[in-house]
């Protein structure tokens, strides 16, 4: 069964401190994994996409990697920020014949909720 | 661009109401999504449509919930009748075929309360 579990379901932190987050993911064929970083009340948007061959992609204070042998990704946050406070989101991308921006083959995990305190 | 843009922001209708949300993607996008976010299980996929045409609907919950996409700049998703345990948020988001990247642009959301 394709599966992505985030952990941990949430998180504390002080403004300044580093922190990762973890997605491990079930999903096969692989094609692609998606962090989205989502503020409260609005919708989520993209920080990163990883693809089969990428081991490691920063944008900013965020750096992901990608460990598909073990199927495990991580986010790390760098000097965190309060605008940091957010779910992440993990999405794990299944290898599909049929081509484009269809949803068959996709697979969410729950988030994990990070709040940074002043 | 202004984005995808949702509407009602938020909607408390009493049990038994039909509930009707809107949806504009961002131009030019041929895929529309709609979501349900809960805390318990996080974001479900419900229904997409690629060309104005429904692709998959097997995450509607029943057959209260039913999605139109009369043109390509303009979506709705219904519920009739209501009940408390659709209390959720609803996210509709668009993208490009590009490729297989699969970013997805999501709206700001339908908060609906169920009483």
């Known amino acids: 069964k394709n599966q992505v579990e985030q952990s941990p379901q949430s998180l504390i932190i002080l403004e300044g401190k580093n922190c990762t987050l973890q997605c491990n993911y079930t999903v096969s064929p692989f094609s692609n994994l998606r962090w989205y970083k989502q503020d409260t009340g609005r919708g989520p948007v993209s920080l990163t996409i990883m693809t089969f061959s990428e081991n490691t992609k920063s944008n900013g204070r965020y750096t992901a990697t990608l460990d598909a042998d073990t199927k495990q990704s991580s986010l790390h946050i760098t000097a965190s920020q309060l605008s940091d406070s957010a779910s992440y989101i993990c999405?794990?991308?299944?290898?599909?014949?049929?081509?484009?921006?269809?949803?068959?083959?996709?697979?969410f995990g729950k988030g994990t909720h990070l709040i940074i305190q002043p | 661009d202004a984005g995808v843009i949702q509407s009602p922001r938020h909607e408390v209708t009493e049990m038994g109401q039909e509930v009707t949300l809107r949806c504009k993607p961002i131009s030019g996008h041929d895929y529309l999504f709609w979501y349900r976010q809960t805390m318990m299980r996080g974001l479900e996929l419900l229904i997409y449509?690629?060309?104005?045409?429904?692709?998959?609907d097997s995450g509607m919950p029943e057959d209260r919930f039913s999605a139109k996409m009369p043109n390509a700049s303009f979506s709705t998703l219904k519920i009739q009748p209501s009940e408390p345990r659709d209390s959720a948020v609803y996210f509709c988001?668009?993208?490009?075929?590009?490729?297989?990247?699969?970013?997805?642009?999501f709206g700001p959301g339908t908060r609906l309360t169920v009483l």
């Open positions: 988001a668009s993208s490009l075929p590009a490729g297989g990247s699969n970013e997805q642009f």
């Open positions: 999405v794990v991308s299944r290898g599909s014949r049929r081509s484009g921006g269809g949803a068959d083959g996709l697979t």
């Open positions: 449509f690629n060309n104005n045409v429904p692709i998959d």
